[in-house]
């Protein structure tokens, strides 16, 4: 599980993810906020979305400390419109590097990363197969259970964790792929660890999950074979410990609140939760506020980059 030590590190890098992805969606410059805000550091075009990229995080930073040392892990990741947030795992994963030299684990390497998201040329704002390890857009919703158990048929070896936004799963498609829990089980294939994001909105109405009652939810779960699992996802020691535990046929529910951390949450959040900070005053305050909030300068040396 890890003691005190890791628990922090993966605080850290949450922490961090979400910095990267706010900066990405807002700034086109002073990325560590070595002044205070002006509106020519903001994007000209507001494009992409914040309101599932803490969700995101969390999953993702729990994930990789549990399964660190297991070559044979994959996650997919359902709400690729949360892309920001991806994007900034993978770059501080080193991955990105490998395919684009410019995104250098220091100041410059920020720069490029946030100067090219959603940008001609760029980065795209939602998930895309230019991206390493994307297999289908961004905003194809309902494929993400789906595939991820088409990546264990026949390899037993495998592990796939794959985050289902609450939205996601009620699509058709979504919802009918639990049932391959039933058909793909057994010694040739390998283990899906199904993680539903449940942050309570699909763009600005409620999902119908999160307004279920915990044993309504709980019962559906069961029924296709699953047993329910419940994640606070602020609670990361709660969180490593539920991932180490021995529980037969998991489904997690990860709880978060939609666009947690930013000045606008729930179903405000779903996209840009500030529009105008590049010509209102009172915006752009609040968009500093909300990075400041995160403290980057102790998660970042812009020469030895990371702190963790």
Excluded at 36 to 52: A, K, M, S
Excluded at 209 to 215: C, D, F, I, L, N
Excluded at 245 to 251: G, L, M, Q, T
Aim: hydrophobic share 40%.
């Amino acid at each position: 599980m890890g003691g005190a030590d890791t628990i922090e590190k993966i605080r850290k890098r949450i922490r961090a993810c979400d910095y990267l992805a706010t900066a990405q969606l807002f700034l086109q410059d002073n990325f560590l906020l070595e002044r205070p805000l002006e509106f020519h550091d903001i994007n000209p075009r507001l494009l992409g979305h914040w309101g599932t990229c803490h969700g995101i995080n969390v999953a993702y930073a729990n994930l990789k400390n549990h399964f660190k040392d297991d070559v044979d892990f994959t996650l997919v990741v359902g709400p690729g419109h949360g892309f920001p947030a991806l994007q900034a795992n993978l770059f501080i994963d080193g991955e990105l590097k490998r395919f684009e030299p410019g995104l250098t684990l220091n100041e410059k390497g920020i720069r490029y990363l946030c100067r090219n998201f959603s940008w001609p040329d760029g980065f795209p704002s939602h998930a895309s197969p230019l991206t390493p390890g994307v297999i289908t857009e961004g905003g194809e919703l309902g494929y993400a259970l789906a595939n991820a158990y088409g990546l264990v048929l026949g390899h037993p070896e495998k592990t796939v964790a794959v985050l289902i936004g609450d939205g996601e799963l009620e699509t058709a498609t979504a919802l009918d792929s639990l049932n391959l829990k039933n058909l793909l089980t057994g010694a040739k294939n390998g283990r899906v660890l199904p993680i539903l994001h449940l942050n309570g909105y699909k763009i600005s109405a409620p999902t119908i999950y999160a307004r279920k009652s915990e044993r309504e939810l709980n019962e559906l779960i069961r029924g296709f074979g699953f047993t329910p699992v419940l994640i606070d996802g602020e609670e990361t020691e709660k969180f490593q410990e539920l991932l180490n535990a021995e529980i037969e046929a998991p489904f997690y529910i990860l709880k978060t609140e939609k666009g947690f951390g930013g000045p606008n949450r729930f179903q405000m959040s779903h996209q840009i939760p500030l529009k105008n900070p590049k010509t209102d005053e009172k915006e752009l305050k609040a968009l500093e506020s909300w990075l400041r909030s995160y403290n980057f300068a102790e998660l970042f040396d812009k020469v030895k980059g990371f702190r963790w």
